[in-house]
């Protein structure tokens, strides 16, 4: 379904009934890397899926998105739906833009996974890196794509889940180059979350891959520890939706379940 929102459409999937979840989707993904998820949470649930700024088929803003510029045009779908109290579920950046919407619309919240994501900022070497990505993409893209893509797996969970991986990465390559530098720059400039997530009482999870390189997993398993947050860690890595398909599909589940 499209929604037009500030001049663009925003692409949207709305299937089931029952208590709302939200699928947001991370960085270079669109609302299709839930097709195993959302047939399991339409049981029982009613489940929104969006392809946020700049990814699958809605369009961009401008080169700078920011999460809560995601945030908003997430907030205007369900607007147009009538939904008002929702659990989110957020993939890698899709997990930045579910924390950016909870600082806005902190009551309308009833639960939030983040899923192979964090609520911290970027730290200083991620930033560099990410600005020195956007300059590269302009005059390389599809190489910076396939770079960027190649390193959310190891080279044994790339063979092992060929198909899959090939697949994702074609859902990549059409992301636009103003999507991939608008998304990356919000990314850069985000606001750590951290405070906000130890403090925030609906229900949260937080669904981790034990070789993911993308994210200080070990540093996030004592934090979540520490502050007394439901955690799971997955065998592999930055892809869970792809290499833990089945225990990522179980914890969702129950995890919306007991909400």
């Known amino acids: ?9 925003i692409f949207y999937t709305d299937s089931g009934k029952g208590p709302v979840i939200v699928l947001l989707h991370g960085f270079l993904e ?5 097709s195993d998820l959302v047939p399991e949470l339409t049981k029982k649930n009613r489940v929104i899926s969006i392809d946020l700024l700049g990814h699958g088929k809605t369009g961009c803003l401008g ?8 945030a908003d045009a997430v907030y205007s779908v ?4 009538k939904l008002r109290k929702y659990t989110f579920i957020g993939h890698s950046m899709g997990g930045y833009v579910a924390l950016a919407f909870a600082k ?9 996974c983040l899923l192979n994501s964090t609520y911290e900022a970027d730290d200083d070497q991620r930033k560099q890196l990410r600005a ?3 300059k590269m993409v302009q005059t390389n893209y599809e190489n910076m794509v396939r770079m960027s893509f190649a390193n959310l797996f ?17 859902v990549a390559l059409k992301t636009p180059v103003q999507g991939y530098m608008a998304a990356n720059e919000g990314m850069r400039l985000r606001e750590d979350a951290s405070a906000f997530f130890i403090e925030a009482t609906f229900k949260k999870v937080v669904l981790l891959g ?24 997955f065998s592999e890595g930055h892809m869970s939706h792809i290499e833990n398909r089945k225990n990522f599909i179980t914890e969702i589940v129950h995890f919306v379940e007991k909400i």
């Open 1 to 9: 379904m499209i929604l037009e929102n500030k001049g663009i459409n």
């Open 104 to 112: 806005l619309y902190p009551e309308s919240i009833k639960g939030l």
């Open 30 to 34: 669109d609302q299709s890397m839930w």
């Open 210 to 233: 034990k070789k993911d390189t993308i994210l200080k997993s070990k540093e996030i398993l004592m934090f979540t520890k520490k502050h007394n947050i439901e955690t799971h860690v």
């Open 63 to 70: 080169y700078v998105h920011k999460m809560e510029d995601m």
């Open 78 to 81: 369900l607007k147009h739906l």
């Open 154 to 170: 190891s080279a044994e969970s790339k063979l092992k889940h060929i198909e899959a991986y090939n697949n994702a990465l074609e």
């Open 132 to 134: 020195r990505a956007n």
